[in-house]
């Protein structure tokens, strides 16, 4: 009896909390019923975000092309670079930051913004030692990966945002034409110009989505 009661008390707390309009965690619906991702869906962090836009809006449509969307995501850059933190007494790195950059917009066909220009960045610090330098190369690799899973999520949440919703209705409705938020500006340190040009690589370039 005791068992049942618990699995009555927890539908009955769930069905109080759908009618209050809760959304369980990781579930972030979009205002849009049609989505192009102008992302490359042959690199890890586009098919990353296109799994995590599913994940989180799975009523939403992934389209192939942009003429079927009611909104575009255009991918604007997309880089990744380490500077130097610190040196030993010989003047040798002791200590790399890394850094990954992401600019992004989303608009709807006509070109008409519902978000405008917005730059995200993730950075870490880690070790070096130059004896290891292969191993240090695949744990940089492993590294950045991490902080564009991170930048996803981010992104994510913004394009759901309340923001987003308000004006992608309006550029719907033809009531308003936005001119978007502001730019979210990076919080990143200048890339040194010194760094080891292994360590500095740029993904892709966007591509499309495949059905």
Do not use: H
């Amino acid at each position: 009896m005791k068992t049942w009661s618990r699995i009555l008390s927890g539908v009955a707390i769930a069905v109080v909390l759908t009618a209050c309009g809760f959304t369980m965690r990781g579930v972030n619906p979009l205002p849009f019923d049609t989505l192009y991702l102008g992302v490359n869906d042959n690199s890890s962090f586009g098919v990353g975000l296109i799994r995590a836009v599913r994940a989180s809006s799975p009523a939403t449509k992934l389209v192939a092309s942009p003429k079927e969307a009611q909104a575009i995501y255009t991918q604007l850059q997309s880089s990744r670079s380490l500077r130097e933190v610190s040196l030993n007494a010989v003047g040798r790195v002791e200590q790399y930051e890394l850094t990954v950059t992401y600019v992004f917009r989303v608009t709807d066909p006509k070109g008409q913004l519902i978000l405008s220009d917005t730059a995200l960045s993730a950075s870490r610090e880690v070790p070096f030692d130059d004896q290891f330098m292969q191993a240090k190369d695949d744990e940089f690799q492993r590294i950045y990966e991490d902080l564009e899973v991170g930048l996803v999520a981010r992104i994510v949440r913004r394009i759901s945002s309340p923001e987003v919703r308000t004006n992608f209705e309006r550029v719907r409705s033809g009531t308003q034409s936005p001119t978007g938020p502001d730019p979210i500006l990076p919080t990143m340190t200048p890339q040194n110009d010194a760094a080891p040009d292994i360590w500095r690589r740029e993904s892709g370039s966007p591509g499309g989505i495949r059905r």
